[in-house]
């Protein structure tokens, strides 16, 4: 296939802008917000339309079986298929349909899909409804060229990322939908700015310390023992001799902003005692409880990341008699990386250079996303996140997508599906 081939998919892409553009700010016009995952079905079958009108096969995938799947809030999925010439390769494109909660600070209508001064506003036309029109016009853009692909493209539009994905990617790929046998590569048009392919995420590890205490009266404190202040022990050690260890710990997973380079710990929440702010009885706490979100290295891995906490906890109870605590670990999510030299990754930087003359080169995400379900279980681990975007406004308020980075990021998957599936 010549430059004539590429450049008529490149114009194609250019003269159906504003079909993207309206179809991206339709997107956002459905309201998918998460929690609790209203408009599902509606959002579902809106992609599938389209698909099906891009001469896509369509299926729609409920996530049976899982608790979160109601009749209320069904968890839908939809998976759309363009054969080629050959069954192999194939490339998939997904995106996550839900959004988080508008939250305060808007100026305009989360969800009036404004179309202003070149972006795309509302809540998701960022992270990541902008992505889901560039992975569809990507791939309408070389039909409408009239080119036929050498493997097969698939586009899926997915529920629940923001809360874990296992409704969505998770569930297509431990059925396999997605699967190391059907899938060669995966791309995930998620904000990560448009000159950058994003190769991965540090890991999570959200666990839960109760700390135990005895009941006595509040007036005689010295007859119980407060789970509170031995909780207070356990943040001032993780505050005076944790935190900055962790902060010494750089991966050489070039993760964005730099910050994130390191090994970090966040509290989430804290409970112990009586509720404050209802009726008040004297009485010495007797539990207390925290959460807490690690976010370790590729280099740190889950097993020194969990011993380290608990060698802690163990130190203070040979130094504290009356220290009891239980550890209860609520989620674990493995760093992953996409291999050195994946044929993806090579193919969206040569796309970068050719469609916007540079390349940002590879990043890696602060949080988590759906790479860890496609890596993991589905098996496959030429997968990248790459899309429209940038990542600072995802969840924020007056959320936007730039029209230009759109369009772009269309041209560059375009030219990295006509690479991948051979057809270049
Ligand atoms: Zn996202």
């Known amino acids: 296939m010549g430059t004539a081939q590429i450049d008529r998919v490149l114009a194609e892409i250019d003269a159906a802008s504003a079909e993207a553009v309206a179809f991206a700010a339709d997107l956002v016009r459905i309201?998918?917000?998460?929690?609790?995952?209203?408009?599902?079905?509606?959002?579902?079958?809106?992609?599938?339309?389209?698909?099906e009108r891009c001469a896509f096969d369509v299926e729609y995938f409920p996530a049976e079986g899982l608790p979160e799947h109601t009749q209320s809030h069904p968890r839908i999925n939809v998976v759309g298929t363009?054969?080629?010439?050959?069954p192999h390769p194939v490339v998939h494109l997904n995106g996550h349909f839900d959004v988080v909660p508008a939250g305060e600070g808007w100026t305009r209508d989360p969800f009036g899909g404004d179309v202003v001064d070149g972006r795309i506003y509302g809540r998701g036309s960022c992270d990541m409804k902008a992505g889901i029109a560039a992975a569809l016009f990507a791939v309408e853009g070389i039909r409408r060229a009239g080119v036929e692909l050498n493997g097969a493209v698939e586009i899926s539009g997915t529920v629940d990322e923001e809360s874990g994905g296992f409704a969505g990617v998770a569930w297509l790929a431990e059925h396999g939908r997605l699967s190391a046998v059907r899938t060669d590569y995966v791309i995930i048009p998620e904000p990560l700015y448009v000159d950058?392919?994003?190769?991965?995420?540090?890991?999570?590890?959200?666990?839960?310390?109760?700390?135990?205490?005895?009941?006595?009266?509040?007036?005689?404190?010295?007859?119980?023992?407060?789970?509170?202040?031995?909780?207070?022990?356990?943040?001032?050690?993780?505050?005076?001799?944790?935190?900055?260890r962790l902060a010494c710990r750089t991966t050489a997973v070039p993760v964005v902003p730099p910050g994130a380079r390191h090994a970090t710990l966040n509290v989430n929440g804290?409970?112990?005692?009586?509720?404050?702010?209802?009726?008040?009885?004297p009485c010495v706490a007797d539990t207390c409880r925290a959460v807490f979100d690690r976010?370790?290295?590729l280099e740190e891995g889950f097993d020194a990341t969990k011993s380290e906490i608990v060698e802690m906890l163990d130190a203070i109870a040979l130094e504290m008699p009356e220290f009891r605590y239980e550890l209860k670990d609520l989620m674990v999510v493995h760093p992953v990386r996409t291999p050195d030299g994946s044929?993806?990754?090579?193919?969206?930087?040569?796309?970068?250079?050719?469609?916007?003359?540079?390349?940002?080169?590879l990043v890696a995400s602060p949080g988590t996303y759906d790479q860890k379900h496609v890596a993991r279980i589905a098996g496959v681990p030429h997968c990248v996140a790459?899309?429209?975007?940038?990542?600072?406004l995802a969840h924020q308020p007056d959320e936007y997508c730039n029209i230009e980075d759109l369009t772009n990021a269309t041209k560059v998957i375009a030219l990295a599906i006509l690479e991948l599936t051979g057809t270049v």
């Open 82 to 86: 363009r054969h080629g010439r050959a």
């Open 386 to 392: 790459y899309g429209p975007g940038i990542l600072d």
């Open 270 to 281: 804290i409970n112990g005692g009586q509720p404050v702010g209802g009726i008040q009885t």
């Open 31 to 51: 309201p998918t917000v998460n929690p609790p995952g209203e408009a599902y079905d509606d959002c579902a079958h809106f992609i599938g339309d389209r698909l």
């Open 196 to 244: 950058r392919i994003c190769i991965g995420h540090r890991g999570v590890y959200w666990f839960e310390v109760l700390t135990r205490g005895r009941i006595a009266h509040g007036s005689m404190p010295f007859l119980g023992t407060s789970a509170i202040d031995h909780m207070g022990v356990v943040l001032d050690r993780m505050q005076r001799e944790l935190a900055p």
């Open 295 to 297: 976010r370790f290295l």
């Open 343 to 361: 044929p993806v990754v090579a193919a969206l930087d040569r796309a970068l250079h050719r469609v916007l003359g540079r390349s940002g080169g």
